[in-house]
């Protein structure tokens, strides 16, 4: 049974049960190639292991938030990332950890290949929601959807 995370929207240090924990910043990237967006599954052993989510992961100490996207995006996909407006930013609260995802689209040059051994795919906007994500993406992927 997976815990229930909570939404929050809030800024700087929250208190936490077992005392004050520091927000993680995330970056990920929104890419976008034929009217298909690429995601990724977390691989096996990972924090919400099995999940799909966008590829991206943490800024190091100092690293701009485009920078980090960037260098993630070489480092588990193999491709340069160019990084253009950013979509979303959610603030988010699972049982351990707290996160601020920040969403930016993304185009890539050259053909991602998985370099991390984590799956990959490439699926149309409508069909996204046949993938299991972690709770905290689920605007995201409400901003995502074809509006009728």
Do not use: N
């Not at 950890?97 to 149309?124: N, S």
Request: net charge negative.
């Amino acid at each position: 049974m997976r815990a229930s995370p909570q939404a929050v929207v809030t800024r700087g240090r929250l208190p936490g049960a077992v005392g004050d924990l520091v927000i993680v910043e995330v970056v990920a990237a929104v890419i976008e190639r034929d009217g298909a967006i690429l995601i990724t599954r977390r691989p096996p052993g990972t924090h919400l292991a099995g999940f799909w989510e966008f590829p991206g992961g943490k800024p190091r100490p100092g690293e701009a938030l485009d920078q980090a996207l960037r260098r993630e995006i070489a480092e588990e996909l193999g491709v340069q990332a160019q990084v253009a407006d950013k979509v979303e930013t959610i603030d988010w609260e699972y049982p351990d950890k707290r996160v601020r995802l920040h969403f930016f689209r993304c185009t890539v040059t050259g053909d991602p290949r998985p370099l991390e051994g984590q799956e990959m795919a490439w699926v149309y906007v409508e069909d996204l929601r046949r993938y299991e994500f972690p709770a905290a993406d689920a605007a995201l992927l409400a901003h995502l959807e074809p509006k009728p």
